[in-house]
DNA sequence: CGTGAGATTGACTATATTCAACCCTAGTGG
DNA sequence: CCACTAGGGTTGAATATAGTCAATCTCACG
């Protein structure tokens, strides 16, 4: 998959095409994109943006997963979001960028410079709709998130990640023995869940010796029984049936 | 204030116009929400919305604070939104209400029927760019609250509570002494910061005994040295001076 | 095959929760 | 006008959960 070349990709061609903020985008609008776009790669861990920077460049995700976090003065650090492609990084009307945006696996971005950007947005009310969707889906997301970290035991935080990786990574009927594989560092990991490194790995190991879940290697799991990892969980039976 | 009365209120003269999901409309816009919106009152607890239900309106908050949560199975509850004056409850595209919408204070809205107000969306630019600027205001706050949530202590989390609060409160320039006025009983500070009654307290009183703040009455706190109730939030220094 | 970063495990500790008793105070009715 | 009451709030002691510190392991890589 990485092997693509995204140099001179066409729009109409884009494998993020139906879901990015241009996919209301009708032929013309979408001309005036693609002589905008450019396409920009980062390696694992590279810093994609720094907090406090100015956003000179406004872009979606095409491959790849990038984080967004936020630090303490004292070096504690939340992770306050994960952009997968389609996903869109900055916002028109915003000249700094509010936190540190990092490739998690490697990243290809197709970027806007910002002010041409925000310039077209005014002007396209099919690029502001979608955003505002995007924009809303990310709020959703964000809240379910703050559930998880104000009320969820350490159990449940770890449960509630493998199922939401699970879920993502099935065609569409749950079944058993999915196999995963973690976008992710068990440092990174401890950031999204708001946990420490020995809590993360006792407790990934916990729900190993109850069968719920096997490891193998440093980055797969697969999730045997996933009725029970739903258990662990502590959400609502029927909730969360989107997304 | 409680007296104005909105039944016939004007939208020039709404004391939100300047800020809500009107705020760039010009006249005909103006207009053709006037035509659509229609006033609805709740008092203190009452439920505006409950999770599930269907979303038959969609609305901006005129006056009071209403808050948005989500309940696990076993009755632990995360608010996960605190709405204003000016604030926006529904989403264009969702049939569905995601979380709890409850009035903490007496609350006013300006409702609009969501079919007729979706349509609308799609033919006025300058609805939907206001719409994403809320929306994507409220994924910064919500940002900032999963910082909180996932890593802050029970003490920075109280302070960084009343922190917000006096900045709210506040004209512009901070100044020691704020008297500030509790939107919200014990009950729902405990489920906004993710802690419990006990916890509250005790940090609130904390606070008091080392004479950071004073406490007078039940819902009545005055910040005495905003410098070190800054200290105590683990912030940095400079940040968040935007909102 | 050796190395080192990443991951695990164990022992101990700290922080916040739980459980329980008690105290205010605003609002009520005599 | 005052005493009573109930709900919200406070305080204390015991407990639990996750964090800290430190030693050890293991896997992926050269």
Redesign the pocket.
């Known amino acids: 998959m990485n092997n693509i070349s995204f140099a001179s990709i066409k729009c109409s061609n884009c494998p993020i095409r139906h879901r990015a903020v241009c996919s209301r985008c009708d032929d013309g609008e979408l001309t005036l994109l693609e002589n905008m776009k450019s396409y920009k790669s980062f390696v694992v861990d590279e810093v994609i943006l720094w907090r406090g920077e100015p956003l000179e460049y406004v872009a979606s995700i095409v491959e790849g997963v990038a984080s967004l976090s936020k630090t303490l003065e004292d070096g504690r650090t939340q992770m306050v979001g994960l952009m997968l492609p389609s996903d869109f990084i900055g916002r028109p009307g915003r000249t700094k960028v509010e936190f540190d945006v990092t490739a998690t696996t490697p990243v290809t971005l197709c970027r806007f410079e910002r002010k041409r950007f925000e310039r077209l947005v005014l002007e396209t009310p099919h690029i502001v709709q979608r955003l505002m969707e995007i924009a809303l889906d990310e709020l959703d997301a964000a809240r379910d998130w703050m559930v998880l970290l104000g009320r969820k ?3 449940e935080k770890i449960a509630t990640f493998i199922e939401m990786l699970a879920r993502r990574s099935l065609v569409g009927i749950p079944e058993n023995n999915v196999s995963i594989e973690l976008p992710m ?3 990174q990991i401890v950031n999204y869940l ?9 407790q ?2 916990a729900l190993k010796k109850e069968g719920v879940i096997t ?1 193998s ?3 797969s799991i697969r999730a045997v029984d996933l009725s029970s990892l739903h258990c662990a969980t502590g959400d609502d039976a029927d909730s969360d049936l989107n997304s």
Do not use: H, I, M
């Not at 708001?194 to 006792?202: A, I, M, N, Q």
């Open positions: 035991t350490a159990r560092t068990r440092d708001g946990l420490t490194l020995e809590t993360v790995s006792r990934f190991n490891l290697g440093r980055k």
